[in-house]
């Protein structure tokens, strides 16, 4: 396996369900990141983390927890989530956190929110 | 606060012609521009990218041009193909940290 993978590819859930996104990257990169893709709208970034540590958080709900217990693999845990939650979650790596690095995207998790 | 504006939803061109793609940012910080392109159930790839010391990249069929007064880059590729068809988005950060903005992307389309 290459490149970054992501699990699910595609998720239903309720809005009372507890659920996990797991993303894993076999580049050997130090950044890992969790982007949000709503229809016809930027990528959102959600979080950042660099060696395992979380680097950032832009206003993230607390419903969305992120996890990163080393650096190939990231997870999204998810409780309560609302309808408006319904996106493509992006999983995405790259080598260091330094500004130009190429991140490498996944093909996302399309989750849906009933 | 959109940072980063493609402001043509959708573009149509004919196979072999010139596809201009066009990305304007407001944050005068920004210090490197990317492409990326991405086809239906699958994440974004990356395509060209371009420094702030810079004006333009070249890649084969792909040209990235970065005009920093204007705040404005654009993305040639010459002949289109078909295969070209595909959702691009612009992105930017600064040099301090790879916080990535993005545009909103737009979709070209080929015509064979």
């Known amino acids: 396996e290459t490149g970054v993978t992501q699990t699910p590819r595609h998720l239903v859930m309720g809005m009372t369900n507890k659920k996990s996104l797991k993303c894993e990257q076999h580049l050997g990169h130090n950044a890992m990141y969790w982007y949000k893709q709503s229809a016809k709208k930027p990528l959102e970034l959600m979080f950042v983390?660099?060696?395992?540590?979380?680097?950032e958080n832009n206003s993230v709900p607390s419903r969305f927890s992120p996890e990163c217990p080393n650096s190939s693999h990231l997870f999204l845990h998810l409780h309560t989530l609302q309808p408006e939650d319904s996106a493509l979650y992006l999983c995405?790596?790259?080598?260091?956190?330094?500004?130009?690095?190429?991140?490498?995207f996944g093909p996302g998790t399309r989750l849906t929110v009933l | 606060d959109q940072q980063v504006k493609q402001n043509s939803p959708s573009l149509s061109v004919q196979e072999g012609r010139i596809s201009i793609l066009n990305c304007d940012y407001t944050?005068?910080?920004?210090?490197?521009f990317l492409w990326y392109k991405k086809y239906p159930a699958e994440g974004p790839t990356f395509l060209i990218s371009?420094?702030?010391?810079?004006d333009k990249n070249e890649d084969g069929r792909f040209t990235v041009f970065l005009n920093k007064s204007a705040k404005h880059l654009s993305l040639h590729i010459v002949p289109s193909q078909p295969g070209d068809s595909a959702v691009y988005f612009c992105a930017a950060s600064a040099q301090n940290n790879n916080d990535m903005r993005f545009g909103a992307g737009t979709r070209l389309t080929v015509k064979p």
């Open positions: 371009i420094s702030s010391i810079k």
């Open positions: 995405a790596s790259s080598p260091a956190l330094a500004g130009g690095d190429t991140q490498y």
């Open positions: 983390y660099n060696f395992k540590e979380q680097t």
């Open positions: 944050n005068s910080m920004f210090d490197y």
